[in-house]
Structure formats: structure tokens, C-alpha cells
Nanobody, 123 residues
């Protein structure tokens, strides 16, 4: 089983910055993708940013130029640096990972989610 543990959520003023982190643990052979999604009441969960094992990043248009995603060399920890934050960034942010795990003498790819961490941008 894979666990994703998030940290760094909280309250920040408009224009401020916040840094989220998430670490994946468990019986992981490879981490293919890690990233962040966010969700507000009444809305679908939306992609914020992802980074894959090749270092390629993908950002939602709404956060391009303001947020930066990165991962460590092992690929099991992902960070989201959020700058110039806006009230519309307020949401529950969910860590996300696509990992490969062992199953007997073969392997399986699956998607996992963290519990979510609240980010609030307000004056």
C-alpha cells in the first residue's frame, strides 16, 4: 500500500507565498508522476501542476508563472511553491502520485491521493 503525506497548508494573505510538500512511501518500485490537484465546494477537482519522472512539468493556466512544482532526486517527494497568491487559489489541495508497485513477481501501476490540505488566501 502507498501513503501520501502532505504538509504546508495554511492561511496566507493575497500576494503572499506558501510552500506545500508531499512524500510518498510504501512498497514503491517507481514513481512515474507526482503533483497537486485542488478542489472547492461545488467544483470538480482540477489539476494544479504535475511533474513526471523525466522532469517534465504541467501547469494549469490559472497558476502558470506563479506556482512552481519540483521533486527530489528519488522522485518520492514533490513540492509546490505558490507565489503571488490570489483568493481564488483558496481550496483543498490534494497530493497525487502515479506509482508502480510490486504484485507477486510482476508489477502494477496505480494512482494514489493524499488526504488533502486546506489553503486559504484571505486578508
Amino acid at each position: 500500500q502507498v501513503q501520501l503525506v502532505e504538509s504546508g497548508g495554511g492561511l496566507v494573505q493575497p500576494g503572499g507565498s506558501l510552500r506545500l510538500s508531499c512524500t510518498a512511501s510504501g512498497s514503491i518500485l517507481r514513481v512515474n508522476v507526482m503533483g497537486w490537484y485542488r478542489q472547492t465546494p461545488g467544483k470538480e477537482r482540477e489539476l494544479v501542476a504535475t511533474v513526471n519522472s523525466g522532469g517534465n512539468t504541467n501547469y494549469a493556466d490559472s497558476v502558470k508563472g506563479r506556482f512552481t512544482i519540483s521533486s527530489d532526486n528519488a522522485g518520492n517527494t514533490v513540492y509546490l511553491e505558490m507565489n503571488t497568491m490570489k483568493p481564488e487559489d483558496t481550496a483543498v489541495y490534494y497530493c497525487y502520485a502515479v506509482v508502480v508497485t510490486p504484485v507477486f513477481n510482476w508489477e502494477r501501476q496505480a494512482q494514489y491521493w493524499g488526504q488533502g490540505t486546506q489553503v486559504t488566501v484571505s486578508s
